[in-house]
């Protein structure tokens, strides 16, 4: 009964692909994100979607494109793969009511060679 | 803009040790200041939250107390055991409507038998 689910857990690519990863959640919330994470563990976030319409969208370059096909689901999309997004890349949902609780899936490690 | 500031890490203690864990915030309103915290190979958890000035958050033995006169919301837990090792996360969010978390850097802790 995994809350939120990603997935790949790891992903290995090189320079120049595009991939994509999965995130899922079945808390019934409405509101869902993306953050990054880096080599030193700061994390910053990407995107957020509030049934299904984009309301965050931090300065993040145009290969990387969020997409929602429902309030459950909130896929990432890379294009043209660079050594620089190698990362950890965190799905997180909650409801959109103010302050209401980040829950995280446990990640994808995204390696560029 | 928003920020948060923590205190550098790692941080190593014996189990049974006081800890403690500062976090400085910068912000243009009144937001509400949380931590969250992430055990190995797991995404964020939220440990403790507290949303207007003096109100202490509390969970599993770790308490926060929000201090706007210092800008503050450190971290501290009377007595540490060996399954708190994580990495421990100061966030704020401000009243935007849009739940968009500003994280600081991140606070390794290992706590040793």
């Known amino acids: 009964d995994t809350a939120v689910s990603q997935t790949p857990k790891y992903l290995v690519t090189q320079m120049g692909n595009d991939k994509s990863i999965k995130c899922e959640q079945n808390?019934?919330?409405?509101?869902m994100y993306w953050y990054k994470q880096d080599s030193k563990k700061f994390l910053k976030i990407m995107f957020s979607?509030?049934?299904?319409?984009?309301?965050i969208n931090e300065t993040v370059p145009n290969r990387f494109s969020p997409k929602s096909p429902d309030k459950a689901h909130l896929n990432l999309h890379i294009n043209s793969l660079e050594l620089g997004d190698s990362a950890v890349y965190f799905c997180a949902s909650s409801h959109s009511a103010e302050n209401s609780p980040l829950h995280f899936g446990n990640g994808t490690r995204l390696t560029v060679t | 803009g928003d920020s948060v500031t923590q205190m550098e890490g790692p941080v190593t203690l014996s189990e049974e040790a006081f800890l403690t864990i500062n976090c400085t915030y910068t912000?243009?309103?009144?937001?509400?200041l949380f931590w969250y915290v992430q055990y190995p190979g797991e995404g964020l958890q939220l440990l403790l939250k507290a949303t207007k000035a003096d109100d202490k958050g509390s969970n599993k033995g770790f308490e926060a107390t929000y201090r706007k006169e210092t800008t503050s919301f450190h971290l501290e837990k009377g007595s540490v055991q060996v399954s708190d090792s994580a990495v421990y996360f100061c966030a704020l969010s401000e009243r935007t409507g849009a739940n968009n978390l500003f994280f600081g850097t991140g606070t390794r802790l290992t706590v040793i038998p």
């Open positions: 979607y509030n049934n299904k319409e984009l309301i």
């Open positions: 912000a243009t309103g009144y937001p509400s």
């Open positions: 808390l019934g919330h409405d509101t």
